[in-house]
C-alpha cells in the first residue's frame, strides 16, 4: 500500500483545494442562521438556490425530496470521479444500498410496492436492485449486500418482525463499510464510522430504555466495531446509565442528555447533540491541508445539508417558529 503522505502528496492535492473552493456552495453556518431566520418557507427557499437548489419555495413533498436527492446524487457524482480511492465514495453510498433493501424487504412482507422510497444514490441502481430481490438471484449485487438482503428476508419471514430485519441490514452495512474503510490509505473514515457506530448504539439504547424494552432487545440492535463495545453499553444502560459507557468528550454531552430523553424527556436536545458530534469530528479534516480527509468530510457533510434543508423548508411551512428552528438544526461542517 502507498504510505500516506506519499497518498497525499501525489493523488489528493487537487482533489483537496478542488473542495476547499466548492464548500462556498455548502449550506454553512451563516446560511444555516439565515434559513432559520428566514420569516416563511420561500425566503428559506431563496438561501437554498444560493447553494445550487433549484426554486423550492413552491415544490410539492415530492418535488422536494427529488431535488434533495438530485443535490446528494450531484455532490456524490463529483467527487466520486476524481477521487484516487473509490472506495471512499462507496462508503458513503452504502447508507443507500441498505436503505434500499430495507424498503424492498418490508414492502414485500406488506404485500405493497414503494418504489418511491427507493433511492438512486446507492452503489446499485435501484431497478437493479429491485430485479435481484425479485428473482432471488445476487448474482448483479456486491455480495455482502446479496447475502444481508437474503438473510433479512427470511428473518422476516420466519419472525415476522421488520425491526429485526432492519436490525441485521444495519449491521451488515456497518460491517461492509468497515471492510471498505480498512483499505483505505487513512484512518479517518474509520475513525469516523467508529463514533458513528457509537452515536447509532446510543440513539438505540436511550430508544429501548424509553420504551421500556428489555436488555435483549437492546443487545440484538447493538453494532460491533465502536469505539465502546457492544457488552459495555448493554451493561450500563441497564445498570449505571448510558453516561457510564460513553466517557469520551466527543459524546459525554449526548451521552447525559440521552439518560435525560431515556426518562421521558424531549428527545430534541439529544438528537441533535448525536449529529453535532459526528459535525465536529469532521472539524478535524479542517486541519489537514490536503489527503483524504477533506473528501471523506466533504462527502459526509451532505447528508447534514439535506437534513437541515428539508427540516427548514416543510418548518416554515407548517408554522414552525424561528427560534424552534434554530434550536433544532445542526451545526454545519462549514
Same mark, same amino acid.
Given at each position: 500500500?502507498?504510505? %500516506?503522505?506519499?497518498?497525499?502528496?501525489?493523488?489528493?492535492?487537487?482533489?483537496?483545494?478542488?473542495?476547499? &473552493?466548492?464548500?462556498?456552495?455548502?449550506?454553512?453556518?451563516?446560511?444555516?442562521? /439565515?434559513?432559520?431566520?428566514?420569516?416563511?418557507? #420561500?425566503? &428559506? #427557499?431563496?438561501?437554498?438556490?444560493? =447553494?445550487?437548489?433549484?426554486?423550492?419555495?413552491?415544490?410539492?413533498?415530492?418535488?422536494?425530496?427529488?431535488?434533495?436527492?438530485?443535490?446528494?446524487?450531484?455532490?456524490?457524482?463529483?467527487?466520486?470521479?476524481?477521487?484516487?480511492?473509490?472506495?471512499?465514495?462507496?462508503?458513503?453510498?452504502?447508507?443507500?444500498?441498505?436503505?434500499?433493501?430495507?424498503?424492498?424487504?418490508?414492502?414485500?412482507?406488506?404485500?405493497?410496492?414503494?418504489?418511491?422510497?427507493?433511492?438512486?444514490?446507492?452503489?446499485?441502481?435501484?431497478?437493479?436492485?429491485?430485479? &435481484?430481490?425479485?428473482?432471488?438471484?445476487? /448474482?448483479?449485487?456486491?455480495?455482502?449486500?446479496?447475502?444481508?438482503?437474503?438473510? $433479512?428476508?427470511?428473518?422476516?419471514?420466519? $419472525?415476522?418482525?421488520?425491526?429485526?430485519?432492519?436490525?441485521?441490514?444495519?449491521?451488515?452495512?456497518?460491517?461492509?463499510?468497515?471492510?471498505?474503510?480498512?483499505?483505505?490509505?487513512?484512518?479517518? =473514515?474509520?475513525?469516523?464510522?467508529?463514533?458513528? $457506530?457509537?452515536?447509532?448504539?446510543?440513539?438505540?439504547? !436511550?430508544? =429501548?430504555?424509553?420504551?421500556?424494552?428489555?436488555? @435483549?432487545?437492546?443487545?440484538?440492535?447493538?453494532?460491533?466495531?465502536?469505539? !465502546?463495545?457492544?457488552?459495555?453499553?448493554?451493561? &450500563?444502560?441497564?445498570?449505571?446509565?448510558?453516561?457510564?459507557?460513553?466517557?469520551?468528550?466527543? %459524546? *459525554?454531552?449526548?451521552?447525559?442528555?440521552?439518560?435525560?430523553?431515556?426518562?421521558?424527556?424531549?428527545?430534541?436536545?439529544?438528537?441533535? *447533540? =448525536?449529529?453535532?458530534?459526528?459535525? /465536529?469530528?469532521?472539524?478535524?479534516?479542517?486541519?489537514? @491541508?490536503?489527503?483524504?480527509?477533506?473528501?471523506? *468530510?466533504?462527502?459526509?457533510?451532505?447528508?447534514?445539508?439535506?437534513?437541515?434543508?428539508?427540516?427548514?423548508?416543510?418548518?416554515? /411551512?407548517?408554522?414552525?417558529?424561528?427560534?424552534?428552528?434554530?434550536?433544532?438544526?445542526?451545526?454545519?461542517? !462549514?
Amino acid at each position: 500500500m502507498i504510505s %500516506l503522505s506519499a497518498k497525499q502528496s501525489t493523488d489528493y492535492l487537487f482533489l483537496s483545494a478542488y473542495l476547499r &473552493a466548492k464548500e462556498k456552495n455548502l449550506l454553512g453556518r451563516e446560511r444555516l442562521a /439565515r434559513l432559520a431566520a428566514a420569516p416563511n418557507a #420561500a425566503e &428559506a #427557499a431563496k438561501v437554498l438556490e444560493e =447553494c445550487g437548489y433549484p426554486d423550492l419555495a413552491d415544490a410539492s413533498d415530492a418535488d422536494l425530496e427529488a431535488a434533495l436527492s438530485a443535490r446528494r446524487e450531484a455532490v456524490f457524482s463529483d467527487v466520486e470521479k476524481l477521487l484516487p480511492e473509490k472506495a471512499m465514495a462507496e462508503i458513503f453510498r452504502l447508507r443507500y444500498d441498505y436503505h434500499n433493501a430495507k424498503v424492498l424487504v418490508k414492502a414485500e412482507a406488506a404485500g405493497a410496492e414503494r418504489a418511491e422510497l427507493l433511492s438512486a444514490s446507492g452503489r446499485v441502481s435501484p431497478e437493479t436492485l429491485t430485479e &435481484a430481490f425479485r428473482q432471488d438471484d445476487g /448474482r448483479a449485487l456486491p455480495p455482502a449486500l446479496a447475502a444481508a438482503m437474503r438473510q $433479512a428476508r427470511s428473518t422476516l419471514a420466519r $419472525a415476522a418482525n421488520p425491526q429485526l430485519a432492519d436490525m441485521e441490514l444495519d449491521k451488515a452495512w456497518y460491517a461492509e463499510s468497515f471492510s471498505l474503510a480498512a483499505g483505505l490509505s487513512s484512518d479517518f =473514515c474509520t475513525r469516523y464510522l467508529r463514533l458513528s $457506530a457509537d452515536v447509532a448504539n446510543l440513539r438505540s439504547a !436511550v430508544r =429501548c430504555l424509553r420504551g421500556g424494552m428489555d436488555e @435483549g432487545v437492546l443487545r440484538a440492535a447493538l453494532i460491533p466495531g465502536g469505539n !465502546v463495545s457492544a457488552e459495555r453499553i448493554a451493561r &450500563a444502560a441497564y445498570g449505571e446509565g448510558v453516561s457510564a459507557a460513553f466517557t469520551d468528550r466527543r %459524546l *459525554a454531552e449526548a451521552a447525559a442528555l440521552g439518560e435525560k430523553a431515556a426518562a421521558g424527556a424531549p428527545l430534541g436536545d439529544f438528537e441533535r *447533540a =448525536c449529529d453535532n458530534a459526528l459535525t /465536529r469530528f469532521l472539524d478535524e479534516a479542517k486541519l489537514v @491541508g490536503f489527503g483524504p480527509e477533506p473528501a471523506a *468530510a466533504y462527502l459526509a457533510s451532505v447528508e447534514g445539508e439535506i437534513i437541515a434543508a428539508r427540516m427548514a423548508l416543510q418548518g416554515k /411551512r407548517a408554522g414552525v417558529s424561528n427560534e424552534t428552528l434554530r434550536e433544532r438544526l445542526r451545526e454545519s461542517y !462549514v
